[in-house]
């Protein structure tokens, strides 16, 4: 069984919070029993997380060796630029080496996406921009290093997809069986 679940910014990929500091955790949302995360998205990260009962299935997902395309939407401060769009493309230098190729491209901001609470910074006098983002390792805080080297921060981070199973049309905090 897979679970596709949609996690809202702020809430920890994990069952319950072990600092003992009542974060909102996978427990608020998911109450299937013995699952578990297969991979992980960051406190401050959105979108689609994928849980399952099967220790094959999520070791399959999560194994580097495998590569699995994980994708993301990215919104960014400033302009992106074509040449960064490039880099991205070739691999970026980051403090523990560079990363594999990506596919990344400029796009809109995605439709019917949610409003995030709280709201991303804006900044009167600088634009933002948005850029889907698919990567086969997973780095931690990658996509965020990779926007950051190229001289745009992400304001936002959303993963879309993870392989063959796609956030769609699920609403933030909602979750979807599939067998």
Same mark, same amino acid.
């Not at 578990?36 to 689609?48: F, M």
């Not at 580097?64 to 960014?76: D, L």
């Not at 990779?146 to 981070?157: D, E, H, K, Q």
């Not at 199973?165 to 909602?174: F, H, K, P």
């Given at each position: ?16 919070d072990n600092d003992g500091n009542g974060r909102a955790t996978l427990a608020d949302y998911i109450k299937q029993k013995n699952v578990y995360a297969a991979g992980r998205l960051d406190r401050d990260?959105?979108? /689609?997380? /994928?849980?399952?009962?099967? &220790? ?7 194994? !580097? ?14 302009? $992106? ?9 070739? &691999?970026?230098? /980051? ?5 594999? !190729? ?35 390792? &997973? ?11 190229? &001289? ?19 609403? $933030?905090g909602e979750s979807k069986f599939e067998r």
């Amino acid at each position: 069984m897979i679970i596709l679940f949609n996690k809202p910014y702020d809430v920890l990929c994990q069952f319950t919070d072990n600092d003992g500091n009542g974060r909102a955790t996978l427990a608020d949302y998911i109450k299937q029993k013995n699952v578990y995360a297969a991979g992980r998205l960051d406190r401050d990260s959105e979108g /689609l997380l /994928l849980l399952t009962d099967d &220790g094959k299935l999520q070791h399959q997902i999560t194994d !580097p060796k495998n590569k699995m395309e994980k994708t993301y939407w990215a919104q960014v401060e400033g302009e $992106i630029t074509n040449e960064a769009i490039t880099q991205l493309t070739k &691999g970026v230098k /980051l403090k523990d080496g560079f990363t594999r !190729p990506a596919k990344a491209k400029i796009i809109t901001e995605p439709k019917n996406l949610w409003p995030r609470t709280p709201p991303i910074r804006e900044r009167k006098h600088i634009p933002t921009s948005w850029l889907q983002l698919s990567i086969k390792e &997973g780095r931690n805080r990658q996509v965020r290093r990779m926007t950051a080297a190229m &001289g745009f921060p992400t304001l936002r981070l959303i993963r879309a997809s993870i392989g063959q199973w796609e956030l769609g049309s699920l609403a $933030i905090g909602e979750s979807k069986f599939e067998r």
